[in-house]
Protein backbone atom coordinates (compact mmCIF):
# COMPACT_ATOMS: atom_id res chain seq x y z
CA UNK A 1 0.00 0.00 0.00
CA UNK A 2 1.05 3.74 -0.91
CA UNK A 3 -0.21 6.00 1.28
CA UNK A 4 -0.74 9.83 -0.73
CA UNK A 5 -1.54 13.21 0.73
CA UNK A 6 -1.63 16.14 -1.31
CA UNK A 7 -1.70 19.34 -0.16
CA UNK A 8 -0.83 23.18 -1.14
CA UNK A 9 -4.01 23.74 -2.94
CA UNK A 10 -5.65 27.31 -2.12
CA UNK A 11 -7.52 30.38 -4.04
CA UNK A 12 -5.17 32.61 -6.45
CA UNK A 13 -5.62 34.77 -8.98
CA UNK A 14 -5.50 34.46 -12.90
CA UNK A 15 -2.56 35.17 -13.87
CA UNK A 16 -1.27 33.92 -10.91
CA UNK A 17 1.12 30.68 -9.71
CA UNK A 18 0.47 27.80 -6.84
CA UNK A 19 2.38 24.51 -5.93
CA UNK A 20 0.45 21.57 -4.85
CA UNK A 21 2.67 18.89 -3.41
CA UNK A 22 1.69 15.12 -2.87
CA UNK A 23 3.78 13.07 -0.03
CA UNK A 24 4.00 9.70 -0.25
CA UNK A 25 4.99 7.10 2.28
CA UNK A 26 4.37 3.23 2.76
CA UNK A 27 6.42 1.67 0.17
CA UNK A 28 9.71 2.67 -1.56
CA UNK A 29 8.55 6.03 -3.57
CA UNK A 30 11.20 5.25 -6.76
CA UNK A 31 9.15 1.91 -7.74
CA UNK A 32 6.58 4.43 -9.05
CA UNK A 33 5.74 6.53 -11.41
CA UNK A 34 4.05 9.16 -10.56
CA UNK A 35 1.42 11.59 -11.92
CA UNK A 36 -1.16 14.55 -11.42
CA UNK A 37 -4.99 14.58 -12.81
CA UNK A 38 -7.84 17.07 -11.77
CA UNK A 39 -11.29 16.91 -11.95
CA UNK A 40 -13.34 19.82 -12.26
CA UNK A 41 -16.87 20.26 -11.47
CA UNK A 42 -19.97 18.41 -13.45
CA UNK A 43 -16.63 16.76 -15.21
CA UNK A 44 -14.47 13.82 -16.04
CA UNK A 45 -11.36 13.54 -13.74
CA UNK A 46 -8.68 14.40 -16.90
CA UNK A 47 -4.77 13.69 -16.88
CA UNK A 48 -2.48 16.51 -16.26
CA UNK A 49 1.19 15.18 -15.79
CA UNK A 50 3.31 12.71 -15.24
CA UNK A 51 6.66 11.76 -13.96
CA UNK A 52 8.58 9.00 -14.52
CA UNK A 53 10.01 6.50 -11.92
CA UNK A 54 13.16 5.85 -13.51
CA UNK A 55 14.41 8.69 -15.28
CA UNK A 56 12.82 11.78 -13.94
CA UNK A 57 10.84 12.27 -17.93
CA UNK A 58 8.07 14.11 -17.82
CA UNK A 59 4.71 14.11 -20.00
CA UNK A 60 1.92 16.95 -20.01
CA UNK A 61 -1.32 17.58 -21.14
CA UNK A 62 -1.56 19.92 -24.25
CA UNK A 63 -3.52 21.90 -21.81
CA UNK A 64 -1.01 22.55 -19.06
CA UNK A 65 2.24 22.00 -21.01
CA UNK A 66 3.98 25.07 -21.07
CA UNK A 67 2.43 26.52 -17.59
CA UNK A 68 2.54 23.09 -15.52
CA UNK A 69 5.83 21.74 -14.23
CA UNK A 70 6.01 17.98 -12.58
CA UNK A 71 9.36 17.21 -10.32
CA UNK A 72 9.90 14.56 -7.97
CA UNK A 73 12.56 14.89 -4.45
CA UNK A 74 12.68 10.95 -3.79
CA UNK A 75 14.88 11.83 -0.70
CA UNK A 76 11.60 13.89 0.57
CA UNK A 77 9.15 11.01 -0.97
CA UNK A 78 7.22 13.75 -2.53
CA UNK A 79 5.78 15.07 -5.69
CA UNK A 80 5.34 18.49 -6.98
CA UNK A 81 3.16 20.44 -9.81
CA UNK A 82 4.07 23.61 -9.97
CA UNK A 83 1.17 25.91 -11.64
CA UNK A 84 1.69 29.04 -13.38
CA UNK A 85 -0.03 31.49 -15.83
CA UNK A 86 -3.07 30.14 -14.05
CA UNK A 87 -6.40 30.43 -15.89
CA UNK A 88 -10.19 29.97 -14.40
CA UNK A 89 -10.21 27.09 -16.37
CA UNK A 90 -8.00 25.38 -14.18
CA UNK A 91 -10.09 25.42 -11.49
CA UNK A 92 -10.80 21.89 -9.93
CA UNK A 93 -10.06 19.52 -7.67
CA UNK A 94 -5.91 18.16 -8.05
CA UNK A 95 -5.22 14.23 -7.31
CA UNK A 96 -1.66 12.75 -7.35
CA UNK A 97 -1.61 9.20 -8.24
CA UNK A 98 1.35 6.32 -7.59
CA UNK A 99 1.90 3.69 -10.99
CA UNK A 100 3.86 0.91 -10.52
CA UNK A 101 3.80 0.34 -14.01
CA UNK A 102 7.44 0.02 -16.15
CA UNK A 103 6.36 2.87 -17.92
CA UNK A 104 4.40 5.99 -17.23
CA UNK A 105 1.20 6.65 -18.92
CA UNK A 106 -1.88 9.04 -18.88
CA UNK A 107 -4.75 6.14 -18.62
CA UNK A 108 -6.04 6.99 -15.19
CA UNK A 109 -6.28 3.45 -14.78
CA UNK A 110 -3.30 2.80 -14.63
CA UNK A 111 -2.46 3.99 -11.60
CA UNK A 112 -2.92 1.80 -8.21
CA UNK A 113 -3.26 4.40 -5.42
CA UNK A 114 -4.69 7.82 -5.54
CA UNK A 115 -4.73 10.65 -2.74
CA UNK A 116 -7.49 12.34 -1.18
CA UNK A 117 -7.20 15.43 -3.43
CA UNK A 118 -6.54 19.24 -2.34
CA UNK A 119 -9.05 22.35 -3.82
CA UNK A 120 -7.08 24.50 -6.42
CA UNK A 121 -9.42 27.77 -7.65
CA UNK A 122 -8.52 30.20 -10.05
CA UNK A 123 -10.52 33.21 -9.74
CA UNK A 124 -11.15 35.55 -12.87
Known amino acids: QVQLVESGGGLVQAGGSLRVSCAAS????????MGWFRQAPGKEREFVAA????????YYADSVKGRFTISRDNAKNTVYLQMNSLKPEDTAVYYCAADRGNLMGSNSRRYDYWGQGTQVTVSS
Open 26 to 33: GRTFTNYN
Open 51 to 58: ISRSDGST
